[in-house]
T-cell receptor
Framework: KQEVTQIPAALSVPEGENLVLNCSFT??????LQWFRQDPGKGLTSLLL?????REQTSGRLNASLDKSSGRSTLYIAASQPGDSATYLC??????????????FGKGTKLSVIP | DTEVTQTPKHLVMGMTNKKSLKCEQH?????MYWYKQKAKKPPELMFV???????INESVPSRFSPECPNSSLLNLHLHALQPEDSALYLC?????????????FGPGTRLTVL
């Protein structure tokens, strides 16, 4: 059974700092990995999706990397802003079988960017 | 347009009420999902529909009854719920054919059961 772990559970940084969020997964047979952002009481916003054949994806100040063989992904946020404060969730989709439709989520990293 | 819409935004219901949650997408996605999310926890998958047919039911109690009337709509009918069913209910959709299979989520319905 796939397990996804996110470290740290919470992170507080001063505005302007670069930061890295970590995600690890136990089963490397994944189809893709998605990073989401969730504001309190709101839905999930898809930030980046990395296919299993890709190494990284970039969108603006965000860069996500994937090392499938070691079961790791990182989300790099450059020049953090108070508006980046949210919970960041990592989720993996399995390659085949019964789990092929569903995402397995980590518990998230709660990020606070202090002005 | 990468939008998934959900109505209502908030719902308060008693344990004897019958209510429905609605979800709509116009991205041509043929997979649609219901998730339940409790406070400070990640979303938990409840149901998956593919090509308007129920393909996954994650052992959800029968007081939750999903329905997919067409490829754009997904409903969740609620009856005789318990207070512990209070949560944020999220709808999502994705492609089914070979491709990115990126899941897009709606804003959720905040359900309170009294």
């Amino acid at each position: 059974k796939q397990e996804v772990t996110q470290i740290p559970a919470a992170l507080s940084v001063p505005e302007g700092e670069n930061l890295v969020l970590n995600c690890s997964f136990t089963d490397s047979a994944i189809y893709n990995l998605q990073w989401f952002r969730q504001d309190p009481g709101k839905g999930l916003t898809s930030l980046l999706l990395i296919q299993s054949s890709q190494r990284e994806q970039t969108s603006g100040r965000l860069n996500a990397s994937l090392d499938k063989s070691s079961g790791r992904s990182t989300l790099y946020i450059a020049a953090s802003q108070p508006g980046d404060s949210a919970t960041y969730l990592c989720a993996v989709r399995q390659d085949s079988g019964a789990g092929s439709y569903q995402l397995t989520f980590g518990k998230g990293t709660k990020l606070s960017v202090i002005p | 347009d990468t939008e998934v819409t959900q109505t209502p935004k908030h719902l308060v219901m008693g344990m004897t009420n019958k209510k429905s949650l609605k979800c709509e997408q116009h991205m041509g996605h043929r997979a649609m999902y219901w998730y339940k999310q409790k406070a400070k926890k990640p979303p938990e998958l409840m149901f998956v529909y593919s090509y308007e047919k129920l393909s996954i039911n994650e052992s959800v109690p029968s007081r939750f009854s999903p329905e997919c009337p067409n490829s754009s709509l997904l409903n969740l009918h609620l009856h005789a719920l318990q207070p512990e069913d209070s949560a944020l209910y999220l709808c999502a959709s994705s492609q089914l054919l070979k491709g990115r299979h990126e899941q897009f989520f709606g804003p959720g319905t905040r359900l309170t059961v009294l």
